[in-house]
Structure formats: C-alpha cells, structure tokens
C-alpha cells in the first residue's frame, strides 16, 4: 500500500482567490491524479499527472482553473484558481501501485465563501 | 462507457445485523470491480476488488463481494455489522486498457449507518 498525505486537510476561501493542495506519498509512482466530490456526489477526476509532462485534464476541466505541477515521482500540486462557491468540495490526491491498486489520500476539504 | 449504480443512497441497519450494499454496472467489455469505504473526515480506501477468477471476493474487515456477470451487478455484504462500520460506501468500475493505465468510474456512494 502507499501513504499519502494532503497539505491542507481544509481551508476556508474567499470567493475569488487561489489554494494550491500538496499531496506527497511515500513511494515514487509514475501516475498521480486528483478527484473532486462535491457535497453528495461520487468522485470525478479532474486530471492525471505524470512526472515530467503536462497534466491531462478530463472533459469539464481546464489547466487554467487547475492548474497542476508534477515536479518529481512522489509529489503534486493542484491549484484550485479565482474560486467561486460552487468549488466547495473535498479534493482528493490519488495514486497507482501496481494494476488495479488505486490509493487515495485523506483530501482537502474546501469551503469557499 | 461505463457507469455505475448504487441503489441505495442511505442504509440504516441495526448492529450485528446483516447488510447488503447493492451495486450495478454498465459496460460493454470485460470489467474490473472496486469497492471503497470512506469514513468520516477520511479519504478512500480499498475494501475488495474483482479481477478475474472466483466470483466471490473477500475483503477487509469482514465484507465480501460477488460478481454477477449475468444481472451486471457486484453488490457488498456482511454478515454482523459493527458500529465501526458506519460509512460511506462506493462501488467502481474500470476498463481496463493496460498497467497503471485505466479509468475508474465511481457510483454515488451508499451510507450506511449501524445503530446500537
């Protein structure tokens, strides 16, 4: 298994400033992503991030609002930018170890006002 | 694609009773089947997956799966539930297209709640 931790666990915003979430996990792995859950929905990925190349981003989601930075095999930043209330959710960092084996880290619970 | 039902978004259950969380799938190919528990102020964490092989999964913490090709479903169950195990509960379906390399699509998660 792998360990993974998120910088912060949980912050209050205002409305349109930035939060930049830290994940680090204990082992190096080649492919990270970030999830959001929205207060009562499931998990939706925003983006997977390889070390050394740009992020790729699912439908519905866009660098310049996640902006996302993978500078080494065991850390990832997502940049939650100019925030609006409806960003309020949990953000969750998570990472491949072997087939089939996704591990998640405790998220950052984001409230934005 | 593939999707993902959870029929039930809340289950109350009473302590050491049985429970079933019930899960079904869509998907036109072979699939891979996850169950994750979170609980509260927690992040994910695996509870079983189905691959391949035997139909019947055994977990963590006492929860079992089965895989049910014919009805699409992969519906979680325990015998005696613990207040520990109050929870919410998702299901995930996966293609799977390669190492380290496939989406997972979660359900909308099921809470169960153990009462004393």
């Known amino acids: 298994s792998a360990v993974i931790s998120q910088k912060p666990s949980r912050d209050i915003c205002q409305r349109g400033t930035s939060l930049t979430i830290q994940c680090q996990v204990d082992?190096?792995?080649?492919?990270m992503f970030w999830y959001r859950q929205q207060p009562g929905q499931s998990l939706t990925l925003i983006a997977t991030?390889?070390?050394?190349?740009?992020?790729?981003?699912e439908s519905g989601f866009v660098i310049d609002k996640f902006p996302i930075s993978r500078p080494n095999l065991t850390f990832s930043t997502l940049t939650v930018s100019n925030m609006s209330p409806e960003d309020s959710s949990i953000y969750l960092c998570?990472?491949?170890?072997?087939?089939?084996?996704?591990?998640f880290g405790p998220g950052t619970r984001l409230t934005v006002t | 694609a593939q999707s993902v039902t959870q029929l039930d978004s809340q289950v109350p259950v009473f302590e050491e009773a049985p429970v079933e969380l019930r899960c079904n799938y869509s998907?036109?190919?072979?699939?891979?089947l996850f169950w994750y528990v979170q609980y509260p102020n927690q992040g994910l964490q695996l509870l079983l997956k189905?691959?391949?092989?035997?139909?019947l999964v055994k977990g963590i913490n006492g929860f079992e799966a089965e895989f049910n090709k014919s009805q699409t479903s992969f519906h979680l169950r325990k015998p005696s539930v613990h207040i520990s195990d109050t929870a919410e509960y998702f299901c995930?379906?996966?293609?799977?297209?390669?190492?380290?390399?496939?989406?997972?699509?979660f359900g909308k998660g099921t809470k169960l709640s153990v009462i004393p």
């Open positions: 998570s990472v491949d170890l072997g087939t089939t084996s996704r591990y």
């Open positions: 082992s190096q792995v080649t492919m």
């Open positions: 991030a390889n070390q050394g190349s740009e992020a790729t981003y």
């Open positions: 998907s036109s190919v072979s699939v891979y």
């Open positions: 189905y691959l391949s092989g035997s139909t």
């Open positions: 995930a379906v996966t293609v799977g297209s390669g190492a380290g390399s496939y989406q997972l699509t």
